[in-house]
């Protein structure tokens, strides 16, 4: 018998094959399609056959993602799921508008690239560190390439967008910090580099990259609103203007470079303010649109975390204050005229640490903010939104905010990170339809209308606010249990968990009352209303 299996679909062989059986496959020259079969002479003329590895214990879902209810762990003897086509050579269209941050070397070497894949995230950021490139003031031709090569592979592999933050000033061009301004001598050596870093990534053959890597989304530096507050690590924060002019400096030697490419500005933190104990200077953005910079720049770009020491300045209500802190931002930019420039979000992130002393949390409560944050920022019509981060790993950061941990070969697979995977195809190419219910200071539910791109059908998003205690001091008041009832115009719905999990079915007729509507009942815990 000859056994044809195309891959998307459910892979769970283990009782036909059996667990630890090698399994053979076939793929398509013309169209890179790859089949599981029971030999590798099953392979018609058309197919050559490849070594799949051996059969595990995890499913695949159709999506290409693997479903995890509990954190897992891989080993170097665990055979993750293939890919289809995972090769690409250009950039991926822009189907949704999720991505994630990734670190350093990146694609398929890495132990995470087919869990990075499955997610089908669109849009990817990496930094390059102009210090690692040029750490002494060189010629051009004398750059040292080969780690920025390596961090951007991922583009190559994956078929994302990737969006490249500039960062890390060397020494001999700044003062006193990597993070500082740069020297105004110094400008036009930074102008010099980025021309060279673009025109590398720009794939037009000339100057390229060796790897191909096509980069059209250019970030320059991290949260550049980081003050002078910490010794020996001061930021752009105090020097707006300093800001407005280096965007000045670079602004036509990228669109020069490579006429496809957006100048994004760097994503600020715009919390945790220096007058309330923080880091952050609150008139930086505010600084460099009076020193002309709104003229310079592509794309504008923010970060969100929603700690409390963040959240309490953007709303008095439940929700996370994404959307007020967006707002805020929005207003600013039509006082400049230029709010019509779009808006990205490249950091928003919350934890898994249930040891944290001041915002204790859990790989439970992490995967609820994945919902929420990805919805509102649906709803906002960002151009894009980046979880921090793609994978946790042994460095020293303060809270474990990835969809993974790697430790080594050992590869935890959180809950987030189903989750997310979720979120992706449900959210990433909708089409946000309306605000139904809104968060208030008298109103903890949340829900919101985006319309199903391919199946042209109305879904929800609901969920009942604060999704998670904000930090220790509401831990014990935390009432996980509380519910609310939506009601929506709708014969019949299906009900899924954030986990895509089916959970229930309610029709018109189960409130006894033929109206047109259904009553839902919603909780802390998102949940995806899809009216049939």
């Keep these: 018998m000859i056994l044809r299996i195309f891959l998307p679909a459910v892979v769970v062989l283990a009782s036909f094959i059996g667990v630890g059986s090698l399994i053979h496959g076939c793929v398509n020259h013309a169209s890179g399609a790859i089949f599981i079969a029971s030999h590798a002479q099953a392979c018609t003329d058309n197919e050559n056959p490849l070594q799949l590895g051996i059969m595990s214990f995890l499913p ?3 999506t290409g993602v693997v479903a995890m209810a509990q954190p897992q762990q891989f080993s170097p003897s665990s055979y993750l799921p293939l890919l289809l086509k995972n090769h690409c050579s250009a950039t991926r269209l822009m189907n949704n508008f999720i991505g ?13 690239f087919t869990l990075l894949q499955n997610t089908q995230s669109s849009w990817l950021r990496n930094t390059i560190r102009w210090v690692q490139v040029e750490p002494t003031d060189v010629d051009p031709s004398q ?3 080969g780690g920025a090569d390596a961090a951007l ?41 980025v021309r060279a870093v673009v025109e590398r990534y720009d794939g037009d053959g000339t100057q390229d990259a060796p790897n191909g890597a096509v980069v059209n989304y250019w970030e320059f530096y991290n949260e550049p609103d980081f003050g002078s507050k910490l010794p020996d690590n001061e930021g752009w924060g105090d020097f707006g203007a300093q800001y407005a002019e280096m965007l000045k400096t670079v602004y036509d030697a990228v669109h020069a470079a490579n006429p496809n490419a957006k100048v994004v500005f760097g994503g600020i933190s715009y919390n945790f303010f220096e007058e309330d104990g923080g880091i952050f200077i609150p008139s930086f953005f505010e600084d460099v649109l009076a020193a002309g910079g709104g003229d310079y720049f592509d ?3 923010f970060h969100y975390y929603p700690f409390e020491h ?3 300045k953007w709303t008095q ?9 967006y707002a805020n931002i929005k207003e600013q930019m039509e006082e400049a005229h230029i709010g019509d420039k779009p808006v990205m979000i490249t950091e928003m992130g919350w934890h898994s640490d249930t040891t944290n002393a001041l ?29 921090w981060l793609f994978s946790d790993t042994p460095r020293n950061l303060p809270y474990s905010t990835g969809l993974v941990t790697t430790n080594g070969p050992t590869i935890t697979i959180k809950p987030s990170y189903a989750v997310y995977a979720e979120a992706v195809k449900r959210l990433g190419a909708a089409k946000f339809d309306a605000v139904i219910s809104a968060a208030t200071e008298d109103n903890d539910l949340e829900a919101y209308r985006f319309i199903d791109a391919e199946a042209n059908q109305p879904f929800y998003v609901a969920w009942l606010n604060p999704v998670v205690p904000f930090d220790k001091k509401a831990v014990p008041k935390f009432d996980d249990d509380a519910t609310e009832e939506l009601i929506i115009d709708a014969d019949a719905a299906n009900i899924y968990n954030k986990e895509g999990t089916l959970q229930q079915t309610i029709e018109d007729r189960d409130d006894k009352e033929d109206d047109g509507k259904i009553t839902v009942v919603v909780g802390r815990s998102p949940i995806y209303i899809v009216v049939q």
């Design 60 to 62: 695949v879902p159709a």
């Design 100 to 112: 994630l941050q990734i670190y350093g070397p990146s694609g398929h070497s890495r132990n995470t």
């Design 143 to 145: 750059y040292y390439w």
């Design 153 to 193: 592979q991922a583009v190559v592999d994956s078929c994302a967008n990737l969006i490249v933050t500039i960062d890390d000033t060397p020494a001999w061009a700044v003062v006193p910090d990597l993070r500082a301004p740069i020297r105004p001598e110094a400008l036009d050596d930074f102008r010099e580099f």
């Design 299 to 301: 794309i504008m770009n």
């Design 310 to 312: 963040n959240r309490f």
């Design 317 to 325: 209500t439940n929700s996370s204050g994404l959307r007020e802190k």
């Design 359 to 387: 915002y204790p949390s859990s790989p439970e409560y992490q995967a609820r903010r994945v919902v929420e944050l990805l919805a509102q920022s649906a709803s906002l019509e960002v151009m894009s939104c980046i979880w």
